[in-house]
């Protein structure tokens, strides 16, 4: 993709889209620097192999700032228009004990299942999307993500076993650091095991179509977000 104006389509037509354009350096090294530091201190996690960071302002106050940036924001208003709100905001790091992460998508919002029990209104156009930022990249080694292509109609239950790594039309993404993926609320996508051990952060963001009434959000540490960043606040809704 070279440009925003073919975002659209990309996802209409194929469920997900990289960015050509990559988040500023000296960001993703601040953000990198303090939650790579949050997990070495978590001997939990560092035994699961994993450490979701659902209240990441507290680790990083300038993350949002970072992951929404001026390209980002206008990729995902070409798709949803330009009404936007931030519905959830996480972050997490991991390491090669995690493993495979399997197969899902976020139908709804973070917690498909959750929002299939309660009733989700009808999903007549384009309303959600997940945006995965890579500050430090996901190249060989470090989890490359996984996408099975779909066309915005296709059906939305899961083609193949979530466990199985190899999808038969699974797509490789191999991010640079900085580097963004978008992907429509209902693509399966997977996170392939890491065999470097370095950590690995990937900041996972939901975004909705102002109008779009939130089954699942918005999550409590969106509404706790405190900002000076007046597009945030905007995105938030405040
Ligand atoms: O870690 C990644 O690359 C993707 C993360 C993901 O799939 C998720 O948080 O739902």
């Known amino acids: 993709m070279s440009s ?3 975002v659209p389509r990309a996802l209409l037509t194929q469920g997900y889209v990289r960015l050509p354009s990559r988040l500023p350096e000296d960001g993703c090294r601040r953000v990198e620097a303090a939650f790579f530091q949050a997990f070495a201190g978590n001997a939990a996690a560092q035994r699961s ?3 979701v960071f659902r209240e990441a302002l507290e680790i990083c106050p300038e993350a949002p700032s970072v992951v929404f940036s001026s390209d980002v924001l206008q990729a995902v208003r070409a798709y949803l ?3 936007i709100r931030i519905e959830a905001f996480a972050a997490i790091v991991s390491s090669p004990r995690r493993g495979f992460m399997a197969w899902h998508a976020h139908v709804g919002g973070v917690d498909q299942s959750r929002v299939r029990r309660d009733g989700e209104p009808p999903r007549t156009g384009p309303r959600r999307v997940m945006i995965m930022a ?3 990249g996901c190249s060989e080694g470090l989890g490359p993500l996984l996408v099975s292509p ?3 109609d296709d059906a939305l239950e899961m083609p193949h076993a979530p466990k199985q790594v190899e999808w038969p039309s699974a797509v490789e993404i191999q991010a640079p650091p900085g580097g963004v993926v978008i992907c429509d609320e209902a693509t399966f996508h997977a996170v392939r095991p890491q065999t470097t051990d370095r950590p690995r952060l990937v900041f996972g963001a939901y975004m909705i179509r102002a109008d779009v009434r939130s089954v699942a959000g918005p999550d409590p540490s969106v509404l706790r977000f405190r900002t000076e960043d007046a597009e945030i606040q905007r995105l938030l809704g405040s």
Do not use: I
Request: net charge negative; aromatic share 14%; charged share 35%.
């Open 81 to 83: 228009g330009d009404e």
């Open 49 to 51: 192999g994993e450490l």
């Open 4 to 6: 925003v104006s073919e």
């Open 150 to 152: 779909r066309a915005f």
């Open 134 to 136: 890579y500050p430090a």
